[in-house]
């Protein structure tokens, strides 16, 4: 039971950025469909199941966190790091292990008290022991603070990007208040942040619709845009289209099946980037369950065996890309030369299997048919092995709880992760799935190529990480450690009135809702 638990929590912020929550709102003006400079309203299709950054979801939930918790750093447009309640920050030494962050002057938070480098660290301590999904990150690390504005921490392994963690994406870095810790239950339904807006109970329906309105103490208020955030729960993402098309709402994550209907609209703008990869994850790759699976030529077979521009077409249509690699293009890591290994080339998989000694092979595969967009991808895979005699053979899961039974119970050679995984640099994407100790690896598989390629890039400089996140990616594919296929879209449909919506380089979280604007 402990090892479930702790794997459907570190799982969520592998597929966080993935999820396609959808949604729908009210917003001022309801005539025209342009977010007024008064008020924005953003669709989602789930409530939030805490609005405590240690117990909430990422990706879109994120949301309901980001107007009223503002995070240690930000992310720009770039990609880069930028400041937000610290104004300076960097590593200590050159072992990728001590990192520094400098708050800023004269930041409070919305109660007036004043932000110090204890409190700082007395909410992360506490972010490490909540159950949300990136918490796992920061269990490891232990903190220091040399004065009142200075936060050092220190990791007991390698990690190249650190500065991540303490951005909105993770939730670490949205700082709670000592009036939050002295009594975490009301950290629930109530904000208790620094950020540019507080929640708004008196406004708010729970489960229905969440308010924030400006913080008066907040630090810098020309970064306050709106009067007014809303973020509206509408389950089903037609009625979010037809709020989006009437001015109900202003923003929204959509679907390959809607993104269509707003097309020609001048009012809506799509906005659409890969940022997660899906296929199967490997895991018997010792052989445990599947004995074929422990021969990289078997492993191989398969890579060679699909047809993906064929099934990415059928399955995404215009959401989504062929790939070869655990990411895709516009990421850190993603190699040319790993996405030309695997041409689809069925005779070239036959001929593996039987230099391998097989000519039919049969693997168990465990998936959640809860997505039916991904078990479509599924089925087509399964019939282009069966082609070259490699029998999938699938197991089922009607939900989220069931999926991990699945997967943890050992029996299954390889899974399907709905609707995907990716979104992020190379060191935080690759490890839960290939390091010994990955939350995913469920068998243990020790590889050391993975493991030499994995501590490179670990300890590697801004100057030499691009050059190791792509070693590290062509280990993964030229040992066929995963069967990746499509590299999928993320969807937003918006109020074209909006500004600053987009990516960030490099990333697949889609920038804060505080830097939005209005035309």
């Known amino acids: 039971m402990k090892r479930r638990t702790a794997l459907q929590a570190s799982i969520g912020v592998v597929t966080a950025l993935a999820l396609a929550a959808c949604g729908g709102g009210n917003s001022d003006d309801k005539s025209t469909g342009n977010a007024g400079p008064a008020s924005v309203t953003i669709a989602l299709s789930s409530a939030p199941n805490s609005l405590d950054p240690a117990q909430i979801a990422v990706g879109p939930f994120l949301n309901y966190v980001d107007p009223a918790y503002a995070s240690l750093l930000t992310r720009k447009a770039d990609g880069s790091l930028g400041a937000g309640l610290a104004d300076k920050w960097g590593y200590v030494g050159k072992k990728n292990t001590k990192f520094k962050l400098h708050l800023r002057e004269g930041v409070k938070f919305a109660d007036g008290t004043p932000l110090t480098a204890t409190d700082v660290v007395n909410s992360i301590k506490y972010f490490q022991k909540g159950s949300g999904p990136g918490g796992a990150w920061f269990r490891p690390l232990k903190f220091s603070t040399p004065d009142s504005s200075t936060v050092v921490i220190t990791s007991p392994t390698p990690n190249p990007d650190m500065g991540t963690l ?10 709670i208040s000592p009036a939050g810790l002295k009594d975490p239950k009301k950290l629930a339904s109530a904000t208790f942040g620094a ?4 929640y708004s109970a008196k406004q708010s329906v729970s489960g229905d619709h969440y308010v924030y309105v400006p913080n008066k103490n907040f630090y810098d208020k020309s970064a306050i845009h709106f009067e007014k955030i809303t973020v509206k729960v509408m389950p089903n993402v037609n009625s979010q289209v037809q709020a989006l098309k009437s001015g109900q709402i202003d923003l929204m994550f959509g679907t390959p099946d809607v993104a269509p209907t707003v097309k020609g609209n001048k009012a809506i703008t799509t906005l659409q980037k890969p940022t997660t990869w899906a296929g ?9 369950v599947v004995k074929g699976l422990a021969d990289v030529r078997v492993r191989q077979a398969l ?16 959401y989504g890309t062929p790939v070869s690699q655990p990411t895709m293009p516009g990421y850190e890591g993603y190699s040319t030369e790993a996405e030309k290994m695997y041409p689809y080339d069925p005779a070239k998989a036959k001929q593996l299997l039987k230099a391998a000694g097989y000519k039919k092979l049969t693997i168990p595969v465990n998936y959640g048919s809860f997505d039916p967009v991904t078990t479509k991808m599924l089925q087509a895979v399964q019939d282009q092995l069966a082609k070259v005699g490699v029998t999938l053979k699938l197991k089922a899961a009607a939900n989220f709880g069931g999926w991990i039974n699945d997967l943890v119970s050992r029996k299954n050679a390889a899974t399907v992760l709905s609707p995907g995984t990716g979104g992020d640099s190379n060191f935080y994407a690759q490890q839960p799935a290939f390091t010994k100790t990955g939350i995913m690896n469920v068998f243990g598989v020790d590889d050391p190529d993975f493991n030499a390629a994995y501590e490179q890039l670990a300890e590697s400089d801004p100057q030499s990480r691009g050059a190791a996140s792509k070693d590290l990616t062509d280990v993964i594919v030229r040992k066929a450690l995963a069967l990746p296929v499509s590299g999928t879209d993320t969807i937003v449909l918006y109020n074209s009135e909006l500004r600053g919506v987009q990516f960030p380089k490099g990333t697949g979280q889609l920038i804060s809702n505080t830097l939005w604007t209005t035309g």
């Not at 303490?166 to 700082?175: C, E, H």
């Not at 199967?280 to 445990?288: A, E, M, S, V, W």
Request: no cysteine; proline share 5%.
């Open 195 to 198: 950020g540019p807006y507080v």
């Open 166 to 175: 303490f951005t909105p994406a993770y939730l670490g870095g949205a700082i």
């Open 280 to 288: 199967l994850f490997l895991l018997d790759r010792d052989g445990t």
């Open 303 to 318: 890579n060679h065996a699909i047809d993906r521009a064929a099934i990415t077409k059928a399955v995404y249509g215009d």
